[in-house]
């Protein structure tokens, strides 16, 4: 009976405990049909160096700003079933003046919760997704390469979400989401001029992303009802573009890019006005990676359910 008392204690205390966070996990589907949650995030990000192919980080960034503008929608069409849409805008600088700004390419994904955590501690719910990336940021024909926010190519995506609720000593819940996703071209995207792709004015051909893959774990820990301490920890690998055409001098052209990692770091603080309204603000730090740039990024959500 006491062991019985107990569990049934902390699972009053997963239930009465708001949640907003973490920065970088994905969700789980809506247990409600009918619900709109949305949340919009305001991210600034400044590049601070890069990480060559063998890992070593070179400080100093080139001065490139981002202001990012990323909103989930994320609706209930069912108990079970869930769309989500993630418009993102983005502004670039070169620390000064205005370089480049636009709409980034759009997720689209259908989400299905195959397993409920009910409210239980430690009984786990299992989302899995499926959806698109359209091509809607400018990739090629471009300015500067700054101006480049899109890849050309629909993409496919496919994606998991493993969600705990645990009680601790002291009743603090915590909240643990295991995530990851698969992303690949689903055709190649026709190319000229200066892209994201590395080609200059007058080049013409194809290229196509390599598959992405993303993996992650997020924590949740409650100081008290409304405020929650979050940390993200997540690890992403890009897969060897490909490029084939001719430059402007009429050579043919036929590379493949190089592979590229990222590892970041993301902690944030929580405070929550209900079970539906919270606020979470943090910061997003790149601390490893292979052919990319290291960055910081703050960054401050709300997030709101109806």
Do not use: C
């Not at 907003?20 to 969700?27: F, M, N, P, Y």
């Not at 400080?59 to 993630?86: C, E, I, W």
């Not at 051909?205 to 979050?230: C, E, F, K, N, T």
């Amino acid at each position: 009976m006491p062991v019985a008392g107990m569990a049934q204690d902390a699972d009053i205390a997963v239930r009465n405990q708001w949640f907003t966070g973490s920065l970088e996990a994905s969700s789980p589907a809506l247990s409600t049909a009918g619900t709109l949650a949305i949340e919009p995030y305001l991210i600034y990000k400044i590049d601070t160096g890069k990480y060559d192919n063998q890992g070593h980080r070179h400080p100093g960034g080139d001065g490139v700003h981002q202001m990012q503008s990323v909103t989930v929608f994320k609706y209930a069409l069912t108990n079970r079933v869930s769309f989500q849409a993630l418009p993102t805008f983005v502004r670039v600088t070169d620390g000064h003046d205005p370089r480049g700004s636009g709409i980034a390419d759009l997720p689209l994904e259908l989400e299905y919760r195959l397993k409920d955590e009910n409210g239980r501690t430690g009984s786990p719910s299992i989302t899995v997704s499926a959806g698109v990336v359209l091509p809607i940021g400018r990739y090629d024909h471009l300015t500067t390469g700054l101006d480049g926010l899109g890849t050309g190519t629909m993409l496919a995506k496919q994606g998991i979400v493993v969600e705990s609720l645990f009680d601790t000593k002291g009743g603090h819940p915590v909240r643990i989401r295991l995530f990851a996703s698969v992303t690949e071209a689903l055709a190649s995207a026709d190319v000229y001029d200066l892209s994201v792709y590395g080609t200059t004015d007058g080049f013409a051909g194809h290229a196509a992303p390599g598959v992405s893959v993303q993996v992650g774990v997020a924590a949740g820990y409650a100081l008290d009802q409304r405020w929650v301490i979050a940390l993200d920890l997540v690890r992403s690998d890009m897969g060897r573009s490909r490029l084939t055409g001719v430059d402007s001098s009429g050579t043919a052209l036929r590379t493949t890019g190089q592979r590229a990692s990222r590892t970041i770091l993301a902690p944030a603080l929580e405070y929550n006005w209900s079970a539906r309204a919270g606020l979470i603000a943090g910061v997003e730090v790149s601390v490893a990676g292979l052919n990319t740039p290291s960055y910081v990024a703050p960054q401050i959500a709300i997030a709101l359910a109806f």
